[in-house]
Nanobody, 118 residues
């Protein structure tokens, strides 16, 4: 199983970016999917997550600005980030609770860097 994330980059404060992450490989089922972020010297923190039924949860710092969605047919999760702030600068990681028949647990994708300039 692989999680491939994309969509990071450099954007000015107030701008928007859309992150995408798709799971591929031998997949029996996918439950929650989500995004975390990490800056050097700090712990990785939850940004947003979405259950298989579509319920979402957001960090207080991104509520009203970020939207997490998923496409179950594509085994994909997205993060639409609007009104970006310099403090949103971080490496963003997607993850999912996935069962591939051998392991039923949390899988992580590689990070994608988001840089917001002031």
């Amino acid at each position: 199983v692989q999680l491939q994330a994309s969509g990071g980059g450099l954007v000015q404060s107030g701008g928007s970016l859309r992150l995408s992450c798709a799971a591929s490989g031998s997949i029996l089922s996918i439950d929650r999917m989500g995004w975390y972020r990490q800056v050097p010297g700090k712990e990785r923190e939850l940004v947003a997550e979405i259950t298989s039924s579509g319920s979402t949860k957001y960090a207080d710092s991104v509520k009203g600005r970020f939207t997490c969605s998923r496409d179950n047919a594509k085994n994909a999760v997205y993060l639409q980030m609007n009104s970006l702030k310099p403090e949103d600068t971080a490496v963003y990681y997607c993850n999912t609770d996935l069962n591939n028949g051998r392991y039923n647990g949390r899988w992580w994708g590689q990070g994608t860097l988001v840089t917001v300039s002031s």
